[in-house]
């Protein structure tokens, strides 16, 4: 999306504002016409953090949007009526929590109504990588979870980040300390800075590898640590996504995420691995759950980069990914559950094969 005062009417927009109609709140201004934004309310960004209906939050969007080619949409921006609000507004402290949040009145891409997973591209997993930090070690923590997003390709090669003032209130953290992080991550090679109209941090299309090589035998004792964890973790996760009541928007990125992986090409297919495993935990509504699922894929990525990528197991692995999507779908969890158990054992034996 293109920074800048588009399409406002009364008063002039800040920048990044596309569709403005107020112009800038103020700091702490929920941007709300009626009152603050609660948790729980029709308004508020909905039961999994992430814009769906009128009046939602926006949310991060990843391609797909009109005028979105690749780039991230930021929350609030496309239509909102107050600009960004949050406890303390962009001055708020490290490590605080979000008040509200920016309200939108026509969802990301400018699509009547609010922005539709699936549809418009809206992704869940952005609300949980980018959420306040823990106070004491802000920095830091930014750096780790701007670093996982891009490594677990939730925040895509190319993509635009959000602007550095929804970033701040989304990580909690000063706009001082944000600029540290990102300037952190550029000097590693992760993100680059653009100048000018359509400028802004974005990932670089080819970030250093995921993890520096390692001796067989480190990775081989790490390997049955990582294989247990992830089999308690991940069949839970969608068994648990299969119990629930999941709402169409939710259905709509599952088959997305899904669409994505059994169409990606060999160069992307891990990334998009990822984030199908990571959109499978988020539908079980227990973001600890899906930190957790986030933590062990990045160690299960660093066991993977070091086999090769195999044709007739990434069929497999389709097919598996598409039993557990229809299961879920479907409200079936003891199907989920044995779905995802049995494509864990299968990567499982293959990687026991090349690095046992």
Known sequence: MVPGGLGSVGGSAVPGDLGSREGSAAPGDPGSQGGSVVAGDPRSSG????AGGPGASGGFVVGGGPGVSGGLVTPGDPGSRGGAAGAGGSGVSEGGAVAGGPRSSGGAGGAAGGSEWGAAGADPLLEEFFRPVRAGNAFEETVERMLQAIRLGVVAPGARLPAERELSVRLGVSRVTLREALRALQQAGYVQSRRGRY???FVRPDPPSRTPPRPRA??????EDTLTLRAVLEPGAAEVAASRALPPRLR???RARLDDCTGAVPADYRRHDSRLHLAIAEAAAAPSLTGAVADVRTRLNALLDAIPLIPPNIAHSDHQHALVITAILDGDPPAA???MAEHLAGTASLLRGFLS
């Open 252 to 254: 709509r990125h599952l």
């Open 47 to 50: 039961e999994f953090g992430v």
């Open 337 to 339: 559950r044995a779905a």
């Open 199 to 201: 400028g802004g941090t």
């Open 218 to 223: 480190e990775l081989a004792a790490e390997l």
